[in-house]
T-cell receptor
Framework: QKEVEQNSGPLSVPEGAIASLNCTYS??????FFWYRQYSGKSPELIMF????GDKEDGRFTAQLNKASQYVSLLIRDSQPSDSATYLC?????????????FGAGTRLFVKA | DGGITQSPKYLFRKEGQNVTLSCEQN?????MYWYRQDPGQGLRLIYY???????QKGDIAEGYSVSREKKESFPLTVTSAQKNPTAFYLC???????????FGPGTRLTVT
């Protein structure tokens, strides 16, 4: 079992729709959770982080965390073609002393105009 | 402007040569990291450093070396022992502990 698992996609949604990206993790001691966006040929950009169970909203983005289910998700409302990118889920946990970030392989999102 | 800089953006080398990639940050972060990314693949951790003069091997350290003599700087040397060095190299930093990590723009290394 991978430490952080994501559906590789591609996930295709029409412009204006809600894109839902999901991630599961194996370390129950995980403390912090991150979503990065990576455009083709560019470096990853941090877009959301969440530490507590529940929802965290920032503009069109909402991160959702459920530690009991070891599940974290990212919702993108009113999806735009410019949101087309690979989204990386990342986790920091006690197993690695908090210093190492474990990344999922990413989900490719396509937003169709 | 606070951030992480990597230079050069593109680097070309002949097989058998060592090459050093630069990474500098002015975020006052304690922890720094090097990752490698191959086309269509995820990030793989090469080395990380939690504090000056200390660093640990990541998942794919063979053929690479690092130093951390200053808090701001964490250069990566790709040695001739690295069998497949052509890749996109990413440097990152973090305040440490469970805090978020930020990436530099990356260096694309091509070895022929």
């Amino acid at each position: 079992q991978k430490e952080v698992e994501q559906n590789s996609g591609p996930l295709s949604v029409p412009e204006g729709a809600i894109a839902s990206l999901n991630c599961t993790y194996s370390d129950r001691g995980s403390q912090s959770f991150f979503w990065y966006r990576q455009y083709s040929g560019k470096s990853p950009e941090l877009i959301m982080f969440i530490y507590s169970n529940g929802d965290k909203e920032d503009g069109r983005f909402t991160a959702q965390l459920n530690k009991a289910s070891q599940y974290v998700s990212l919702l993108i409302r009113d999806s735009q073609p410019s949101d087309s990118a690979t989204y990386l889920c990342a986790v920091k946990g006690e197993r690695t002393g908090g210093f190492k970030t474990i990344f999922g392989a990413g989900t490719r999102l396509f937003v169709k105009a | 402007d606070g951030g992480i800089t990597q230079s050069p953006k593109y680097l070309f080398r002949k097989e058998g040569q060592n090459v050093t990639l630069s990474c500098e940050q002015n975020l006052n972060h304690d922890a720094m990291y090097w990752y490698r990314q191959d086309p269509g693949q995820g990030l793989r951790l090469i080395y990380y450093s939690q504090i000056v003069n200390d660093f640990q091997k990541g998942d794919i350290a063979e053929g690479y070396s690092v130093s951390r003599e200053k808090k701001e700087s964490f250069p990566l040397t790709v040695t001739s022992a690295q069998k497949n060095p052509t890749a996109f190299y990413l440097c990152a930093s973090s305040a440490g502990g469970f805090s978020e990590q930020y990436f530099g723009p990356g260096t694309r290394l091509t070895v022929t």
